[in-house]
Structure formats: C-alpha cells, structure tokens
C-alpha cells in the first residue's frame, strides 16, 4: 500500500516535457539575495507552521505554501520560494504527489530545469522506504525522466494511470509504449475509439478476459469496470443472448465494486437527496456526497494529517440505519438452519430475545423505538443488511470506507467536527450529564458536564449537527462501521486518492463515537477498531451507495 503513495508522482513524471514547451514565455529564476529575503519573510509568516516537525504536519504546510504561490502573481521571488518550500516540505511530509506537481509549476513559470530536483525527491522517498517493491517501482520512475520511451517505465506508469488513478486519457498512450504486449493491442485499441456494437462488445470481452487473468484485486476490479464501461456503450446495438451476456457482465462488475473505486452510476448531476425503498413502507433517506479533496486527520488524533481525494461522487445515509431499517431486513430475511441463525443476530427490545421470521435479533438491553439507531450490531450483519438491500433496492448498498465517512463528515474544509472546530455538547448524543445520572454508565471513555438530553441512544436526526453535504450524527449517538480493516501503517503510507483500506489488520474500523463517550472520542478524524464479529450496545452503521439505476427506487 506505501507503493501507491509514491506511484501518485506519475501524474506529473509522464508530462516532463511540458516546461520545455513554454520556455520561451518563462520568468528567469530570481537572483539569490531576493530568494533569501522572500524565504526569510516566508518562515515568518508561517513561523507557527514551521514549528510543527511532524511529517503530517510538513504535508499541510506544503499545501498552504503551494497555494501562496499561486495567488502570488506580482513578486516572482515569493513565487519560487514559496513553491520551491513547498516541494521540500512535501516530501519530508511524504506526499510526493504535492511535491513534484509544485516543481511542474516552477518549471512552468520560471526558466529551470526541475528533473534534477525530481531526482532528488524520488531519491529522498527511496532512502526513508524499507519496501523492495516501493525502491524497484521508484527507480522505473527515474527512468522515465531520463528515458521516456523505456518500455518497462511507461508500463509501470500507464499501468497506475489506468488502473489506479483512473486517468485513461494519459495512461492508454503509455501502455501503447510498455513491455506488456496485450495491455499494448488493448491500449492501441482503446485509442482507435470503436463506435460500432461488435467492436465495443468485442473490447469489453477482451478487458474481462484479461481480468479473469488477473491475481492483484485492485487490478482485477479495475479491468473489469473498463470492460463495464464499453459493455454499457455497445449494449443499445445488442440483441439476443449477446446483450444478456453484457448485461450479466455490468451487473457482476457493479456487485464487485465493492467500496465504489469502479465506475459509479452516482454523479455531480445525480438528485441531493434519494429515498430508499426497503418495503412494507420502509424507506431510508440518502444524501449525495460530491467527489472532492480534503485533509484526513486530525494533529494528536488521527495522524498523518495528509491530503485525500474522493474522486466520484456517492450518496451516504442521511441517519444511520434505524431499527425500523433493521428490522425490515430481519423480517424479509431467510435463514435455513438454527446454526444460521446463532451466527446473526443484532440488539433487544427493552432488553429481551426476540424471534423474527428465522433472525435471532437481539437488541442493546435498553428501550430504543423504531426511530433509533440500531445498535448491538455486528460487521458481518450489517453487511447482510447492505446484501439484502442490494437486492430489494436495485443499488449497490455497502458500508463506506474509512474515507468516505471521514470526507462525509468533514468536507473540503475539513472541521474538528461536522459543525465547525469548537465542541458544542448540545450537538451531539454523547456521554454528558444526563448519561451520568442515569444508570447507563457502564463502560465509556470520559464524560462532559453538557446536557444533550439522553442517557442511551436518541432519536436520528434529533441534533442539530448535519455535516456539509446533509449526513446527521456523524459523531455521537452510535459508533459507524467502515468497511475497511484497521491498519495504522496502511494509514500512515495510504494512496491520496480513493484509499480502500488495508487487506489485513486488527478487526474493523468504527468511527464517530457513541452515546457513551466524552467528547474525546466523538471528533470526526478519530479512528477506532473493533471485532466484526462482536455486538455491542453502542456500536451500529449507516451505507453508503455507489452506484444506483438510472430511476433509483
């Protein structure tokens, strides 16, 4: 996973050329006395933000001085310094994506040439990694500054372009370069654009051919929802069992998304809000989420503080799933053998068992209504639940990664909380006053002297506390559960755009917080694990969609 991180460089590696081309209308590099009286100006501005030595914080403060000089248009020694800081600082803070697209800017704007400062960037990131595949993967990125037309290189490069970062219009030509012959038959395909049925469907079999091939998991999906793409263009020229084919195909490739990096049926123009159908006059409301970036973590909470894109749209569950939500699921559910239903099973009514139509449910042990989030249930349920609504809805219904709920309640702006920076304990359902007072003190980390109203879980929506895009009770009333696995190191190292979390780690991740935590633990970048087997009374989920029908329900 580190090897993402590093490989996000490549967006600028493959356009090395393009300083070249506007050399005639570059500004000469200034004169050293004026760089040392604009940096000496800079780390006063800035003194604060230079105190800070952590990596993540090194990373934050790249991007603040990355934009200084782009809005510093009249002073071009500010706007070098201020650039040049950048880049040094973002790789000491290892967001290597930052640090060479400022040096495409120098190299833009001032008559330099940068691919030595690249070296040396790519350098600095071989010497801190202790992984053989990151080291072999940056020196084919080196290669590429000296050697455009290497085939292993450009292979390297358009592999991550296409695959990773989803950026066909600059992969495909350097996969038309690499040493892979078929990704290179594909690749000059690709460009010859096909526009008549038989080709498109002839492509698209030819990309899920290659996926069925395929061992790496992120490779696979990523094949598969390039063959769904050119499915989806050849489908209205189809007839007969060809076009069921296809159609199964999409379906399969959707059902594997699994967190939403494949190609989405959600978009910018997609309706703010959805409302789904889960029967029997059930319905539970979504809201739509824009792709966009925003700085993950929190200093002394979740770190590194380190940038993140979101790069497609998603809808995530205005509440988290209620316990009218759940039980339309147990009702509908159909479980064969008793041993099935020992394996499941979720909280109590007013601390009883109850039986539903083959589900054991079993309830928190305090009184909750039909509009309270369900709790006490465990991962493995609520991914039941989302399979169950994948059917009943006609969406792909799944938990959200650790970064789309972390984006959801943050937004580019990215506050403490989905509010603003300052706690308010009037917004949020958490360990306070009336918690101490009542008898549901039984295991919690710290309390508050606030008065939210509530000893266990309240009512969904009953604070107000709606994040940027809609989403209520981001933090409090419940924990969230992510769909990734708990990893410090994977999220340390994690790519910038569309982490999916690790393969492996310790349990779950859970966010947000719960009716019996102090303000500590309800911050919207604080990260905490759990078993996904367990069932706890103050753990529940809210889903995410990734793709939906062109009519959602």
Not at 18 to 41: C, G, I, N, S, Y
Not at 104 to 128: G, H, Q, Y
Not at 308 to 337: C, D, E, L, M, S
Not at 486 to 493: A, I, L, N, R, S
Request: charged share 25%.
């Amino acid at each position: 996973m580190q090897l993402l991180k590093a490989l996000a460089a490549l967006l600028i590696l493959v356009s090395l050329g393009t300083a070249a081309e506007a050399e005639d209308a570059r500004q000469p590099v200034p004169d050293a006395a004026k760089q040392k009286e604009a940096e000496k100006l800079i780390k006063e501005v800035f003194k604060a933000e230079y105190a800070q030595t952590k990596p993540g914080d090194k990373a934050v403060l790249a991007r603040k001085l990355s934009q200084q000089g782009d809005e510093t248009k009249d002073d071009p020694a500010a706007r070098y310094v201020a650039w040049k800081e950048a880049s040094t600082l973002a790789v000491q803070g290892g967001d290597m994506d930052t640090a060479l697209a400022v040096l495409d800017k120098i190299a833009a704007a001032f008559a330099v040439d940068v691919a030595p400062m690249k070296r040396t960037a790519l350098t600095t990131l071989a010497s801190s990694t202790r992984d053989p595949e990151l080291s072999r993967t940056i020196g084919g990125l080196r290669t590429l500054l000296d050697a455009p037309d290497d085939p292993a290189a450009n292979l390297l490069a358009g592999k991550y372009l296409c695959f990773t970062k989803n950026d066909w219009e600059k992969g495909l030509p350097l996969l038309v370069k690499g040493a892979d012959a078929g990704l290179k038959v594909l690749a000059w395909k690709e460009l010859a654009q096909p526009d008549e049925g038989a080709a498109q469907m002839a492509l698209a079999d030819s990309w899920w051919d290659m996926a069925e091939k395929e061992s790496a998991k992120p490779q696979k999906a990523a094949m598969r929802d390039r063959a769904k793409s050119w499915y989806e263009k050849a489908l209205p020229s189809l007839t007969g069992l060809t076009k069921i084919k296809a159609e199964r195909r999409i379906s399969v490739a959707d059902a594997g998304s699994g967190s939403g990096t494949a190609s989405s049926g959600v978009s910018a123009a997609s309706p703010r809000t959805l409302a789904l159908d889960l029967g029997g006059g059930v319905k539970m409301d979504m809201v739509l989420v824009p792709a966009g970036e925003f700085m993950m973590g929190e200093k002394g909470v979740a770190e590194p503080v380190h940038p993140v894109k979101i790069t497609k749209p998603f809808y995530i569950g205005k509440y988290h799933v209620t316990v009218a939500q759940f039980r339309a699921f147990a009702n509908a559910a159909k479980f064969q053998t008793e041993a099935e239903k020992s394996n499941r099973g979720s909280s109590v009514k007013d601390g009883k068992w109850e039986e539903m139509k083959g589900i054991t449910w079993r309830t928190p042990g305090f009184k909750q209504d039909d509009n309270h989030p369900v709790c006490a249930v465990s991962w493995n349920d609520a991914q039941e639940f989302c399979r169950w609504a994948r059917k009943a809805t006609g969406c792909h219904v799944c938990l959200p990664t650790e970064a789309q709920w972390e984006y959801a309640a943050r937004g580019p702006k990215s506050p403490k909380y989905p509010w603003g920076d300052k706690w308010d304990g009037t917004r949020a359902n958490h360990a306070d006053v009336t918690w101490r007072k009542s008898d549901a003190v039984v295991q919690g980390w710290g309390s508050s002297d606030d008065v939210d109203g509530f000893a266990w879980t309240a009512p969904v929506g009953s604070y107000r506390n709606a994040s940027w895009c809609g989403a209520f009770d981001m933090v409090g009333n419940a924990w969230q559960r992510c769909e990734d696995f708990y990893d410090d190191k994977y999220y340390q190292e994690s790519p910038s755009a569309d982490p999916q979390g690790p393969a492996a780690g310790e349990g779950r991740a859970v966010r947000g917080g719960s009716w019996n935590n102090g303000p500590g633990m309800c911050r919207a970048a604080l990260r905490h694990r759990h078993d996904p087997g367990s069932r706890d009374a103050g753990v529940g989920f809210r889903v995410v969609i990734v793709s939906a029908p062109a009519k959602a329900p």
